[in-house]
């Protein structure tokens, strides 16, 4: 009864791309910082 409500999808490479697509953001963001905060040192000195 309860297999009718199921979707008969397959979330396996939708988590991975999800996964993926936040590892690229992460790494984005992170050099981002590097670069606003390594743009503000070297103005300092």
């Not at 008969?8 to 791309?17: D, E, P």
């Given at each position: 009864?309860?297999?009718?409500?199921?979707?008969?999808?397959?979330?396996?490479?939708?988590?991975?791309?999800?996964?993926?697509?936040?590892?690229?953001?992460?790494v984005?963001?992170?050099?981002?910082?590097?670069?606003?905060?390594?743009?503000?040192?070297?103005?300092?000195?």
């Amino acid at each position: 009864m309860m297999t009718q409500f199921l979707p008969s999808v397959s979330w396996g490479n939708g988590a991975f791309m999800i996964a993926i697509f936040a590892l690229v953001c992460v790494v984005l963001i992170a050099a981002v910082l590097l670069m606003v905060l390594g743009g503000k040192q070297k103005k300092k000195s």
